[in-house]
């Protein structure tokens, strides 16, 4: 079992949605992020959180520490928001060095207008 | 303020060689850290500099090294090319003392190594 999971893999919605993307881990994290990678491979850190919420704009990133889990929703959805996305959590090292990512599988969203 | 640079953005090689990528951070971060991104295996971590010492380093074999010299720049190294190396290997840095995955990561754009 992966340590980080996310849900969906693929979700095609149309311009305006709401759109939620889901990620649960199973270790313990200093700290969670959200990813967007766009095709051509740039990736741009979104959001970084330890608990609670955070909002940017149209998104929003939510933490629950003890259900292990977290959220990343878009409203009012624009295709120019057809990207993956990707959650990463921050694990520290049994017996070496210095915190990691460990990196969930991804989630391909596309935006119809 | 310039963000995170890697050269060459693009690279053939063939199985056997040798091939060196670098990574220039965000001025003033001391951070930088490698991961390589395949479409079978996603994003792993590779391994994470500070002030020109690895801090950590993820689970790949010892033909992928790297080193971060005095003015926060980085290269890694990978010898031996293998097919399965083809990936796109990107760099981050962040501003951080202490725990790097606990910090903001700027990404840079990425190196496409291609393994013939």
């Known amino acids: 079992k992966n340590e980080v999971e996310q849900s969906p893999q693929n979700l095609t919605a149309q311009e305006g949605e709401f759109i939620t993307i889901n990620c649960s881990y199973s270790v313990g994290i200093s700290a969670l992020h959200w990813l967007q990678q766009h095709p051509g491979g740039g990736i741009v850190s979104l959001f970084m959180l330890s608990s609670g919420k955070k909002k940017h704009g149209r998104l929003i990133a939510t933490i629950n520490i003890q259900e292990k889990h977290s959220s990343l929703h878009i409203t009012a959805s624009h295709p120019r928001d057809s990207a993956v996305y990707i959650c990463?959590?921050?694990?520290?090292?049994?017996?070496?060095?210095?915190?990691?990512?460990?990196f969930g599988t991804g989630t391909r969203l596309t935006i119809i207008p | 303020k310039a963000g995170v640079t890697q050269t060459p953005r693009y690279l053939i090689k063939t199985r056997g060689q040798q091939v060196t990528l670098s990574c220039s951070p965000i001025?003033?971060?001391?951070?930088v850290s490698w991961y390589q991104q395949t479409p079978g295996q996603g994003l792993q971590f590779l391994f994470e500099?500070?002030?020109?010492?690895?801090?950590n380093k993820g689970n790949f074999p010892g033909r992928f090294s790297g080193r971060q010299f005095s003015n926060s720049r980085s290269e890694m190294n990978v010898s031996t090319l293998e097919l399965g190396d083809s990936a796109l290997y990107l760099c981050a840095s962040s501003w951080t003392s202490g725990r790097a995955g606990a910090d903001t990561q700027y990404f840079g754009p990425g190196t496409r190594l291609t393994v013939l």
């Open positions: 500099y500070f002030s020109e010492t690895q801090r």
């Open positions: 990463a959590v921050s694990q520290f090292p049994i017996n070496f060095g210095n915190e990691k990512l460990t």
């Open positions: 001025s003033g971060h001391r951070s």
